[in-house]
């Protein structure tokens, strides 16, 4: 190899003093003779402005919390057929994610999992270092059209050609966007180039494939460059598990919180004191030893934000992922839930929706003591309550008032320690950075 041809392969700039720029030395009759190159410096600089510009448009932040982590593999309350489905989509966007390669297509219905499988892949290959792009398509036509303003930062050729060869894109929702004749050209344009490239793609679409635009369609449906996995999970957030169909539709709310896992929960290390770090540790601990073997009650209270929930939505996640059944609900929810019982076109009779909550396997009651306290209520929590202290169910409580403040009968069973461990979250306020809220410490009644 000519030392021209090392150059032009490698150009250097030994004394760049900031211009960024070289020209090759090449015969006047070369294809580059005359072009300004970026040199090793520049090209870091520019490579770094296309990662930040690629981040920019993902948006990922609010997306952080789906990753492969954070998923629910076996579902909630599915056949053993969708169970088997939902499970293969998992393990195809964990293999895609290891090594992406030709596209992977996710189809189903409203709420199934599949913008979280995308959202796993992309967040995973971001923290490798590597570079993706996560964007719904309406966002991105948006986008696209936002280059036309007189104000844009950037061109729309720049943006476009950010977009069609990104090292790995993930589209998002294709299909719901307007199907307009600039859209749908558009788009073809960048997932033709991305075909015929063979560049790594993640679509996710709630359509069927015949409803889509046929010239995307046939790439789509390219067996030998593309994998198209259907997802019969219903949806996430109306359908699961756990005693009933009903009570998972109206009460339980463990999939709205089914990110919070013990390997998503923040120690908080750099803003705490080294006494609150302790505290919460332990409280970590305390959650992942009820965890493996839940007995007996668990009481977690503090202030608001400090991470209680985040506890006992952990311990009932880990349940499910043992496939032991869980019920998540917060008390005011539970409450309203009943009342509903006695409403005109109730097909559920007060006493059946009772016995579901009361008789639970493993049983969250969240916020206790922000209920309306009325007679009434107050008389239903202890029913229940009672009912599950005297047959040792399993039962995690999280409450932001102190023990001494609770309906006396409850506070007494709470403070049997043979039965109850009851931890006080000594922690400020999480607002997930900023300031940050020190709260009056809640007195820590008692513990086992």
């Given at each position: 190899?000519?030392?021209?041809?090392?150059?032009?392969?490698e150009?250097?700039?030994?004394?760049?003093?900031?211009?960024g720029?070289?020209?090759?030395?090449?015969?006047?009759?070369?294809?580059?003779?005359?072009?300004?190159?970026?040199?090793q410096?520049?090209?870091?600089?520019?490579?770094?402005?296309?990662?930040?510009?690629?981040?920019?448009?993902?948006?990922?932040?609010?997306?952080?919390?789906?990753?492969?982590?954070t998923?629910?593999?076996?579902?909630?309350?599915?056949?053993?057929?969708?169970r088997?489905?939902?499970?293969?989509?998992?393990?195809?966007?964990?293999?895609?994610?290891?090594?992406?390669q030709?596209?992977?297509?996710?189809?189903?219905?409203?709420?199934?999992?599949?913008?979280?499988?995308?959202a796993?892949?992309?967040?995973?290959?971001?923290?490798?270092?590597?570079?993706?792009?996560?964007?719904?398509?309406?966002?991105?036509?948006?986008?696209?059209?936002?280059?036309?303003?007189?104000?844009s930062?950037?061109?729309?050729?720049?943006?476009?050609?950010?977009?069609?060869?990104?090292?790995?894109?993930?589209?998002?929702?294709?299909?719901?966007?307007?199907?307009?004749?600039?859209?749908?050209?558009?788009?073809?344009?960048?997932?033709?180039?991305?075909?015929n490239?063979?560049?790594?793609?993640?679509?996710t679409?709630?359509?069927?494939?015949?409803?889509?635009?046929?010239?995307i369609?046939s790439?789509m449906?390219?067996?030998?460059?593309?994998?198209?996995?259907?997802?019969?999970?219903?949806?996430?957030?109306?359908?699961?598990?756990?005693?009933?169909?009903?009570?998972?539709?109206?009460?339980?709310s463990?999939?709205q919180?089914?990110?919070?896992t013990?390997?998503?929960?923040?120690?908080?290390?750099?803003?705490?004191?080294?006494?609150e770090?302790?505290?919460?540790?332990?409280?970590?601990?305390?959650?992942?030893?009820?965890?493996?073997?839940?007995?007996?009650?668990?009481?977690?209270?503090?202030?608001?934000?400090?991470?209680?929930?985040?506890?006992?939505?952990?311990?009932?996640?880990?349940?499910?992922?043992r496939?032991r059944?869980?019920?998540?609900?917060?008390?005011?929810?539970?409450?309203?839930?009943?009342?509903?019982?006695?409403?005109?076109?109730?097909?559920?009779?007060?006493?059946?929706?009772?016995?579901?909550?009361?008789?639970?396997?493993?049983?969250?009651?969240?916020?206790?003591?922000?209920?309306s306290?009325?007679?009434?209520?107050?008389?239903?929590?202890?029913?229940?309550?009672?009912?599950?202290?005297?047959?040792?169910?399993?039962?995690?409580?999280?409450?932001?008032?102190?023990?001494?403040?609770?309906?006396?009968r409850?506070?007494?069973?709470?403070?049997?320690?043979?039965?109850?461990?009851?931890?006080?979250?000594?922690?400020?306020?999480?607002?997930g950075?900023?300031?940050?809220h020190?709260?009056?410490?809640?007195?820590?009644?008692?513990?086992?």
């Amino acid at each position: 190899m000519s030392s021209t041809e090392r150059r032009r392969q490698e150009p250097v700039c030994p004394i760049c003093k900031g211009v960024g720029y070289v020209t090759l030395d090449v015969p006047v009759d070369h294809p580059d003779f005359g072009k300004l190159i970026p040199c090793q410096c520049k090209r870091k600089e520019l490579e770094e402005k296309r990662r930040a510009e690629l981040r920019r448009m993902s948006n990922l932040g609010e997306l952080e919390r789906m990753t492969f982590d954070t998923f629910l593999p076996e579902g909630l309350g599915l056949t053993e057929e969708k169970r088997r489905n939902l499970r293969a989509a998992y393990e195809a966007a964990r293999e895609f994610a290891r090594s992406p390669q030709g596209w992977l297509i996710l189809m189903g219905g409203y709420g199934c999992g599949k913008t979280h499988l995308a959202a796993a892949i992309a967040n995973e290959v971001i923290a490798r270092g590597e570079p993706a792009l996560f964007v719904i398509v309406p966002d991105l036509l948006d986008h696209l059209r936002a280059t036309f303003a007189p104000n844009s930062p950037v061109t729309f050729d720049e943006r476009f050609e950010l977009v069609r060869s990104a090292p790995l894109l993930i589209l998002d929702d294709l299909g719901t966007q307007a199907s307009t004749p600039w859209a749908q050209e558009k788009l073809f344009q960048i997932l033709n180039y991305r075909y015929n490239h063979r560049l790594p793609t993640v679509i996710t679409s709630n359509c069927q494939l015949e409803d889509l635009e046929p010239r995307i369609r046939s790439r789509m449906t390219d067996a030998d460059f593309a994998r198209i996995v259907p997802i019969l999970a219903g949806d996430f957030r109306q359908s699961g598990q756990t005693l009933s169909e009903a009570l998972h539709t109206n009460l339980n709310s463990l999939v709205q919180v089914a990110e919070m896992t013990f390997e998503s929960f923040s120690t908080r290390d750099h803003e705490l004191t080294r006494e609150e770090r302790e505290n919460l540790i332990n409280a970590l601990a305390l959650a992942r030893s009820y965890a493996e073997q839940p007995d007996g009650w668990l009481v977690f209270f503090g202030d608001h934000g400090t991470g209680k929930t985040h506890l006992a939505a952990a311990i009932a996640n880990e349940q499910v992922r043992r496939g032991r059944p869980a019920v998540f609900v917060t008390v005011p929810d539970l409450l309203d839930y009943l009342r509903a019982a006695f409403g005109p076109s109730s097909q559920v009779s007060f006493d059946k929706r009772f016995e579901e909550v009361r008789r639970a396997p493993f049983l969250v009651l969240d916020d206790l003591g922000l209920e309306s306290a009325t007679p009434w209520a107050r008389e239903k929590l202890y029913q229940l309550i009672n009912y599950r202290f005297n047959m040792r169910l399993p039962t995690v409580f999280t409450m932001a008032q102190r023990l001494d403040d609770l309906d006396p009968r409850l506070r007494a069973r709470m403070l049997v320690q043979t039965r109850c461990t009851v931890f006080a979250l000594l922690v400020p306020m999480y607002t997930g950075g900023g300031t940050v809220h020190r709260a009056r410490r809640p007195r820590a009644t008692s513990s086992r």
